[in-house]
């Protein structure tokens, strides 16, 4: 068995040793039997070439190729064990658990194949030439340790870049990861890959699934179904948070979807939305900072000290990208534990939790105790903040209304 990161960065050359380049990654076919099929290979010029698989002589020292090859392309169903497997999260449908891939399992059974792949420690210091020194140390103490290796057959990737994959799927197996943790790594992909997962999934097992999902892939996702599908849904969600789901919809399409829902589940709904009219710009607050994603944390620190003298509450900063729409958020504790010059996209949370000038007062407060969150921003319709609402303003707020 071959690891990819004992075959990355070996030299290419052909059989009367004419170099080529060095291996950058390997092509493979995403099926049942994942047949490696081509070389990606970066020439003397930096350039990336692809050869077919079939041009292989052999793996020793260097690797050797026919010298009369010729270049190919990805074709449909192809995938990189790099880009689209090293790295990533993928679903151990044995343990019922999402884990992480340290490197990739090659197997020659008539030709190279993924045969799985490592999920420990030693995948990783594998990769940086360091394998070898812990077992040695392992040996000496009379210790095992061994790699913790998953086969291709147990695992289900959670992200595939190009749609038109399709793998064996055990999706009874999907079922029995908690909904807010498989919610949870699914935001970490797209909408179309969301909805190819939860399209293996038991209809009310998918519906937890999507009312654990943050409002704004809730509202990306329900944008895509059919008006009929999302009003099922709509009805079967927590109301608070179908009520902001719904506010992020055009009246029209709002209306169609109100008009599908049984009558009594309608009403309860249209009374919410009512209620949503209320808007929380009195108790908004303009006190919070954003930062660019490239930022380090000394730049983040020299703007806090800069621009917060005069703020009554700093807790979060913000993560907005060139054209201000927030796409991350950290809290000081946690950039305090980052070295002076990491960039905060490393550390920043992507997934934001976000209200809207129209979200109900109870609705904030319900999703500062669910997501155990002291500010939330207001964002507007093109995700530019607002402001902030505090804990203290929003609570101060409700009881008033109660009193």
């Keep these: 068995m071959l690891y990819f ?82 790295d990533k999260q993928i679903i151990d449908i044995i343990g019922n658990k999402v884990v992480r891939v340290n490197d990739v399992a090659i197997v020659d059974k008539k030709g190279l194949q993924v045969a799985g792949v490592d999920i420990s420690l030693l995948g990783i210091l594998r990769r940086l030439k360091l394998e070898n020194f812990l077992l040695k140390i392992y040996n000496f103490f009379n210790l095992k340790y061994t790699a913790r290796f998953l086969s291709w057959a147990d695992i289900q990737p ?43 999934l038991d209809e009310k097992f998918a519906v937890n699934v999507i009312s654990n999902l943050n409002v704004n892939y809730q509202a990306s996702l329900l944008r895509q179904f059919p008006k009929e599908k999302t009003a099922k849904i709509i009805s079967m969600i927590d109301p608070d948070e179908a009520i902001d789901v719904l506010l992020t919809f055009s009246k029209k399409r709002r209306d169609d979807i109100l008009n599908i829902i049984e009558p009594s589940k309608r009403r309860e709904l249209k009374y919410l939305l009512f209620l949503s009219k209320t808007p929380i710009g009195d108790i908004l607050t303009t006190e919070f900072i954003t930062v660019q994603p490239n930022n380090t944390v000394r730049e983040v620190i020299d703007i806090i000290k800069m621009e917060t003298p005069a703020f009554y509450f700093l807790n979060n900063v913000y993560v907005v990208n060139e054209n201000k729409q927030i796409v991350g958020v950290f809290n000081l504790h946690e950039m305090l534990l980052q070295s002076l010059d990491t960039p905060v996209y490393k550390f920043m949370v992507p997934n934001v939790v976000v209200v809207h000038l129209t979200t109900p007062e109870e609705t904030v407060l319900h999703k500062m105790i669910k997501y155990k969150v002291q ?22 707020f409700v009881l008033k209304k109660i009193r």
């Design 5 to 86: 990161s004992e075959l990355k960065g070996k030299k290419v050359e052909t059989e009367d040793h004419v170099e080529i380049g060095h291996l950058e990654d390997l092509i493979f076919l995403a099926s049942e039997t994942p047949r490696v099929t081509k070389l990606l290979i970066k020439d003397k010029f930096k350039k990336n070439i692809i050869i077919p698989i079939d041009y292989l002589k052999k793996i020793n020292r260097v690797i050797a190729i026919k010298k009369n090859f010729i270049f190919g392309e990805l074709v449909e169903n192809e995938l990189h064990v790099m880009r689209n497997l090293l």
């Design 158 to 200: 959670l992200e595939l870049s190009r749609g038109r994959v399709k793998l064996k799927i055990r999706e009874e197996k999907l079922e029995k990861i908690k909904p807010e943790d498989l919610a949870d790594y699914l935001e970490q992909t797209n909408i179309k890959n969301i909805r190819r997962i939860l399209n293996m």
């Design 375 to 396: 500010a939330i921003p207001v964002i507007d319709g093109g995700k530019h903040i607002l402001g902030i609402v505090t804990f203290d303003d929003i609570a101060d």
